[in-house]
């Protein structure tokens, strides 16, 4: 994921004074039809290791994209997923079933006390 800049307006400076807004587009689009997306918070995994069930979205064959962040134990923002180059226990990523359910997936070194996932279609 990341951010996208695009310009929408401009304003003209005459000496240290801004002018009037002018638009450079005429409308922006809904994001709904850009994308639909579901995001879904989660709370403290069990920090065993394993798979942590955080929700369940009704057609996984239509995700374009998936991105998401995990607050871990120590207070460490990671995104996901996030997968340790040397100690795969360490890492956080995500799985989703054939039937739509999203889990977590939580190595046995790693405690999540919180985050999001985010799915777009």
Same mark, same amino acid.
């Given at each position: 994921?990341?951010?996208?800049?695009?310009?929408?307006?401009?304003?003209?400076?005459?000496?240290?004074?801004?002018?009037?807004?002018?638009?450079?587009? +005429?409308?922006?689009?809904?994001?709904?039809?850009?994308?639909?997306?579901?995001?879904?918070?989660?709370? +403290?995994?069990?920090?065993?290791?394993?798979?942590?069930?955080?929700? +369940?979205?009704?057609?996984?064959?239509?995700? +374009?994209?998936?991105?998401?962040?995990?607050?871990?134990?120590?207070?460490?923002?990671?995104?996901?997923?996030?997968?340790?180059?040397?100690?795969?226990?360490?890492?956080?990523?995500?799985?989703?079933?054939?039937?739509?359910?999203?889990?977590?997936?939580?190595?046995?070194?790693?405690?999540?006390?919180?985050?999001?996932?985010?799915?777009?279609?």
């Amino acid at each position: 994921s990341g951010t996208v800049w695009i310009p929408i307006a401009r304003i003209p400076i005459s000496g240290i004074t801004a002018g009037t807004p002018v638009m450079l587009v +005429k409308q922006l689009p809904p994001m709904s039809q850009l994308w639909d997306s579901v995001t879904l918070p989660f709370g +403290k995994s069990n920090g065993n290791g394993g798979i942590y069930p955080i929700g +369940k979205i009704p057609n996984p064959n239509a995700i +374009k994209a998936l991105n998401g962040r995990a607050i871990l134990s120590s207070g460490t923002t990671v995104a996901i997923p996030f997968i340790h180059p040397s100690y795969l226990q360490r890492s956080v990523q995500v799985s989703i079933a054939p039937d739509g359910t999203v889990n977590l997936l939580v190595g046995p070194e790693v405690a999540v006390t919180g985050g999001i996932v985010e799915i777009h279609f």
